[in-house]
Protein backbone atom coordinates (compact mmCIF):
# COMPACT_ATOMS: atom_id res chain seq x y z
CA UNK A 1 0.00 0.00 0.00
CA UNK A 2 1.02 3.67 -0.44
CA UNK A 3 1.52 6.12 1.65
CA UNK A 4 -0.96 8.64 1.46
CA UNK A 5 -0.14 11.83 2.75
CA UNK A 6 -2.40 15.45 3.46
CA UNK A 7 -1.67 18.39 3.47
CA UNK A 8 -4.30 20.24 5.86
CA UNK A 9 -5.41 23.65 7.27
CA UNK A 10 -7.90 24.94 9.98
CA UNK A 11 -11.47 24.87 9.47
CA UNK A 12 -11.16 23.12 6.09
CA UNK A 13 -14.58 21.39 5.10
CA UNK A 14 -12.51 20.05 2.08
CA UNK A 15 -9.67 18.53 3.88
CA UNK A 16 -12.52 17.16 6.28
CA UNK A 17 -14.41 15.28 3.48
CA UNK A 18 -11.30 14.52 2.04
CA UNK A 19 -10.34 12.44 5.59
CA UNK A 20 -13.76 11.11 5.77
CA UNK A 21 -13.26 9.50 2.53
CA UNK A 22 -10.30 7.91 3.18
CA UNK A 23 -11.55 6.61 6.44
CA UNK A 24 -14.30 5.15 4.73
CA UNK A 25 -12.37 3.60 2.60
CA UNK A 26 -10.02 1.99 5.36
CA UNK A 27 -6.98 4.17 3.59
CA UNK A 28 -4.52 5.51 6.30
CA UNK A 29 -2.83 8.62 5.76
CA UNK A 30 -0.49 10.87 7.27
CA UNK A 31 -1.99 14.38 8.16
CA UNK A 32 0.08 17.52 7.94
CA UNK A 33 -1.47 20.53 9.22
CA UNK A 34 0.02 23.72 7.55
CA UNK A 35 -1.61 26.17 9.75
CA UNK A 36 -0.21 24.71 13.16
CA UNK A 37 3.22 23.57 11.33
CA UNK A 38 4.48 26.57 9.20
CA UNK A 39 7.65 24.93 7.74
CA UNK A 40 5.16 21.60 6.08
CA UNK A 41 3.65 24.67 4.25
CA UNK A 42 7.21 25.15 2.43
CA UNK A 43 7.16 21.40 2.21
CA UNK A 44 3.34 21.71 0.67
CA UNK A 45 4.11 24.11 -2.38
CA UNK A 46 7.23 22.42 -3.64
CA UNK A 47 5.50 19.11 -3.26
CA UNK A 48 2.10 20.34 -5.29
CA UNK A 49 3.65 22.73 -7.66
CA UNK A 50 3.11 25.80 -5.78
CA UNK A 51 -0.44 24.72 -5.20
CA UNK A 52 -1.67 27.12 -2.35
CA UNK A 53 -5.00 25.66 -1.09
CA UNK A 54 -5.80 22.73 0.82
CA UNK A 55 -5.90 20.33 0.99
CA UNK A 56 -3.05 18.85 -1.14
CA UNK A 57 -3.16 15.21 -1.65
CA UNK A 58 -0.18 12.37 -2.54
CA UNK A 59 -0.69 9.59 -3.22
CA UNK A 60 3.29 8.33 -2.67
CA UNK A 61 4.64 10.49 -5.31
CA UNK A 62 2.02 10.82 -7.24
CA UNK A 63 0.10 15.04 -6.41
CA UNK A 64 -3.58 13.58 -6.34
CA UNK A 65 -4.63 17.57 -6.10
CA UNK A 66 -7.49 18.28 -3.32
CA UNK A 67 -10.75 16.84 -2.59
CA UNK A 68 -12.78 17.36 -5.82
CA UNK A 69 -9.91 15.38 -7.66
CA UNK A 70 -9.86 13.02 -4.71
CA UNK A 71 -13.59 12.07 -5.20
CA UNK A 72 -13.17 12.38 -9.13
CA UNK A 73 -10.77 9.26 -8.81
CA UNK A 74 -12.91 7.30 -6.04
CA UNK A 75 -15.81 7.47 -8.14
CA UNK A 76 -13.79 6.57 -11.49
CA UNK A 77 -12.53 3.63 -9.26
CA UNK A 78 -9.02 4.88 -10.35
CA UNK A 79 -8.13 5.60 -6.56
CA UNK A 80 -8.28 1.97 -5.73
CA UNK A 81 -5.25 1.16 -8.34
CA UNK A 82 -3.39 4.29 -7.35
CA UNK A 83 -3.32 3.24 -3.64
CA UNK A 84 -1.45 -0.60 -4.31
Known amino acids: ?4 TIYTGMMCGYCDAA ?10 FN ?3 VATNPDKRDEML ?5 ART ?5 IGDHHVGGYVELRALN ?10
Not at 19 to 28: E, I, T, V
Not at 75 to 84: A, F, I, R
Open 46 to 50: KRSNN
Open 54 to 58: VPQIF
Open 75 to 84: NSGELDKLVV
Open 19 to 28: KHLLNKKNLK
Open 1 to 4: MKEI
Open 31 to 33: EIN
